[in-house]
């Protein structure tokens, strides 16, 4: 592993000159569950091993634009700030409504962000919302802006009787950035970890992803996830014992717990952070939810280490320290918690119906 | 397709922005310019906070043009907290029972394409029973 160089010119860990934080936050699930155990009714006779137990399925009419809309408001909610302050709203996501026309135009009309902003799309699998912090982090930290609002949010699309319809799950979360001094929880610095590593991918006017199988094991989600933690951790001369929460990119419950293992992190660490099974992989959305669990419990000076994974593939770490802001903030809207209990199972047949793979035409 | 009506309409589909009016303080849904309560000229814009009541409903299994493939649904009148009576579809009910005088808070949900799957996508309000909150 060669970092890059320590020097104040090119510093491993990416800070910007004005501290930046997250000064609201705010989450959206879907209130439909598939459980896994109804895909391995259909497709194995109930004989496959189930990787989760159920995931979230977004209604007719939701997709990304509405569910962005609605997790972006809990965060303005949280903030308190007028939305005209902010400069960028930045909407990441595997699952965009349109191919062509941002998510994030919509998005800032709906929240009244509208027109003094920056407003594009971003994808990266399932790291296209913490690219979208990353840049946020960018914008307010150069002092170009005040607030900056990225969100990932994804509805995921499995392949009628892959490994991966299991969990295909939709939901995610958005975080308003703004100056450290403002913030609930501040960034103290991130590290990205990128390659042209081919594990997943779609190519264009095909409907569903391929992915490498065991391929996106080792060489991907591992090898990028444990790359960028260490290299985060050992630029801001930390150790997993100095964080009181992790949470890493969760595509099933195995791959994060056993991520968190060979970094050295606890269950008790990961526990609270760790969704899949309940909701299935959110895509952009997985580990930035997570941390929307986590900020909902967690204490004044807790130490976060949030780790995404994209396939393609890359990695951004977040190493972030929680304020005495968070205890009052966090009351000012629906918790995670809130949108998981919130659950109406549905059927094979229905789910079919709602992720429009009938052949209506 | 009507391209300019849905977008010279998407402040008050979005986001139930309407108008009070300066003489009398009554709050217009949809925003009309002009008071129904005084006649008198209303032009200031007003955000509604989402949160009304249901007034009366009905279930639609045979839908207008649009709406066929998400059959099938409820709509319905609400009355909004601040006084004004609108019409919208029921979401997230879950198979919960619909009752008059049921609390709801506005969304904003995808509504219909305009046209065919090459149109523009129409979103607007919906309303749905309050996300429940744990107690703290």
């Not at chain 1, 609605?70 to 965009?96: K, M, Q, T």
């Not at chain 1, 919302?129 to 005040?146: D, F, K, P, Q, Y």
């Not at chain 1, 204490?299 to 304020?323: K, N, P, Q």
């Amino acid at each position: 592993m060669t970092l890059p160089s320590n020097s104040n010119l090119n510093p491993t860990l990416l800070k910007p000159f004005r501290p930046v934080g997250i000064v609201g936050y705010g989450a959206y699930v879907p209130r439909y569950r598939l459980p896994a155990r109804e895909v391995a009714r259909i497709w194995t006779e109930g004989q496959a091993a189930l990787p989760i137990k159920e995931k979230a399925v977004p209604g007719l009419d939701e997709d990304v634009v509405t569910m962005s809309i609605e997790a972006a408001r809990n965060a303005l909610a949280r903030a308190r700030i007028s939305p005209e302050e902010i400069r960028a709203v930045w909407v990441g996501s595997e699952s965009h409504p349109y191919a062509v026309k941002p998510t994030s135009t919509i998005v800032a009309e709906a929240i009244g962000a509208v027109p003094n902003t920056q407003a594009a799309d971003w994808e990266f699998a399932c790291k296209a919302g913490t690219e979208a912090m990353v840049a946020a982090i960018g914008l307010v930290g150069s002092g170009m802006a005040h607030y900056a609002l990225a969100i990932g949010m994804d509805t995921a699309q499995g392949r009628p009787g892959d490994a991966l319809e299991y969990t295909t799950g939709a939901g995610g979360a958005a975080y308003l950035l703004g100056p450290a001094e403002e913030s609930l929880a501040v960034i103290n610095g991130t590290f990205s970890y990128v390659t042209d590593t081919p594990d997943f991918w779609r190519r264009e006017y095909q409907r569903y992803p391929e992915h490498g199988q065991r391929f996106t094991g080792e060489p991907a989600y591992f090898k990028h996830i444990t790359e960028a933690a260490r290299a985060l951790m050992a630029a801001a001369n930390t150790t997993p014992a100095d964080y009181r929460y992790a949470v890493f990119h969760q595509p099933n419950a195995k791959f994060p717990q056993r991520v968190a293992e060979m970094l050295g992190f606890s269950k008790k660490q990961t526990a609270p952070g760790l969704l899949v099974s309940q909701i299935g992989n959110t895509y952009a959305g997985s580990a930035i939810i997570g941390l929307s669990a986590i900020l909902d419990i967690a204490e004044t000076g807790d130490h976060i280490l949030m780790v995404s994974f994209g396939s393609g593939a890359g990695s951004d770490a977040f190493d972030i320290r929680v304020t005495e802001a968070i205890t009052e903030r966090r009351e000012r809207a629906p918790k995670t918690a809130d949108y998981i209990a919130r659950r109406t199972e549905i059927d094979y047949a229905t789910y079919v119906r709602y992720r429009g793979k009938l052949a209506m035409k | 397709m009507e391209i300019s009506r849905h977008w010279r309409l998407n402040k008050q589909r979005y986001s139930l922005v309407g108008e009070i009016c300066p003489h009398c303080d009554a709050k217009l849904f949809p925003p009309r310019d002009i008071c129904p309560e005084c006649g008198h000229e209303a032009r200031h814009g007003y955000t509604f906070n989402g949160r009304g009541e249901v007034y009366s409903y009905t279930r639609i299994y045979d839908a207008p043009a649009g709406y066929e493939e998400t059959t099938p649904y409820t709509v319905a009148l609400i009355k909004l907290e601040e006084g004004p009576m609108l019409t919208a579809q029921l979401t997230d009910l879950g198979g919960q029972p619909v009752e008059i005088g049921m609390p709801v808070e506005m969304v904003t949900r995808r509504l219909r394409s305009d046209g065919d799957e090459r149109g523009m996508i129409v979103y607007g309000y919906k309303f749905r029973p309050l996300l429940a909150r744990q107690a703290t």
